[in-house]
Every structure is written in C-alpha cells, then in structure tokens.
C-alpha cells in the first residue's frame, strides 16, 4: 500500500517539491485518460487528486477506475462532498473547511463520510482546507455557501492554519480556488511557512511555470494544478524538469 502521508513528510524533509494533477471528474472524458496520463508521465508531476466542487453525473468511481489503470502515480481523492467518496483510490483529503462558518462543510459532510470510510482502504489524510480570495468567485466558494479570507488578511489566515495544525490536520491546503485570477501570493505562503509544523499544499490559479516555482520557493511543500492542465496539456511539456531551490 501507498504511504501518502509518510511520503509527504520525506519530500518536505528532503527539500523536495511535490506537484499533484487535479482532474475534474466533470472534465475529463473517460477515452482520453490514456493520452493525458501519457503527458503527465512526461512531467514532474508526483500525485493525482480527483475532485471537483460537483459531480452531477456521479462519474468519479469511473474516472478514478481508468486513472488507477494508466498511472501508478498515488491517486488521492479532493472531493467536494461526500457522494464523491470512492474506495478506488489510494487515499482522500478529508477536508475540513477552516475558513468557513458554515457547519456542513466544517463537519456535517465528515460525519457522513464516516461509515463510507471506517472499513475502507483509504489512507485519510485529515486536512485544514482554507480559501483565500482569488478575486473571482469560485465554485467552492458557491457551493459551500462560505466567504474566502482576502489576501490582504494573513494574520488571518495563518491564525486558521495555526489552529488548524493544533486540532490535528495533518496538512493545511491554502486554495485560491479553481481558475482564480490571482493566486495565493508569495506573502501568505512564506507566513504561513514560516509558523506551521505540517506540510503546505497550495493551489487555484496557478498556471504557469513561473507562478509554479514561486510557489515552491515560497514553501508550499505541494503545488495543486487543474485548470492550466484541461486548458492547454502542452502545459505538461514545459514542466518536464525544473530545478526548485529547496526551502530554508
Ligand atoms: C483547485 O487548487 C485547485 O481546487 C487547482 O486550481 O484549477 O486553478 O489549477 P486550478
């Protein structure tokens, strides 16, 4: 079995950067999986997360089943409700949504998650989601019904990471949301760095090479890319080796 977390935990040690794939379940067309992943071979990529804010035709069981057969790359499940739980995969972010007050995504969603999860073989990876406005209004930020914390507040914001590494996440995941304007700056990613114990994962927005390895220098131990990908897979091209200074 994939040890997600623990494999984690060594990149962060080792000063090595982790890119994780985001596929849309509602995006992808289950005949074309065998070509992407063919591409993201090419690339740095590390993990594939599988999610999305909706999944109105139920097809992530199918997408995960067709990823699972052309990668051996670690597929972890990002899902926006529990309807997208799947035991397919390796392992599921089980996110709880710091920056939000509204309970059902706070710990409704969890507690029916709970029975799906007990006897499944899904590594859980416990983690602190916090939306950051990325100046456009996202899907997550309209289907949880919740507001993003503006970039200018990172007191804020690395309060809420704060807590959440001491209610016990394991990982804290600094989200712009998917396509945002603007991503997480490099400001909030080296405060919440320089003050948190656990590994940092950011996305939303990021769709370039540059914004990429500002990411990675800034510290985010994991980069999250879905949009730059469905958009344009030349993107996979111009991430086939890159060099990240490691953080200090
Ligand atoms: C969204 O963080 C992910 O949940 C990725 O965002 O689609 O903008 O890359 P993008």
Redesign the pocket.
Known sequence: MVNIYQNILSAKKEGKKLLAV?IDPEKIELENVPSFFEKVHQSIATHIFVGGSTDDNHQTENVVIAIKKATHLPVVLFPGDVSQITQKADGILFLSLLSGRNPEYLIEQQIRAAPLLKNANLEILPTGYILIDGKKETATQKVSNTKPIAQENSELILNTALAGEFSGKKLIYL?A????TEAVSQKIITVVRNNLSIPLIV????RSKKQLETAFNAGSDLV?????FENDESFFEDLKSTKFTEYN
Do not use: F
Not at 177 to 180: I, K, M
Not at 203 to 206: A, E, F, Q, V, W
């Open positions: 985001l989200e949301g998917s396509g945002a996305g939303g927005g990021i999250v890319i879905g949009t730059a």
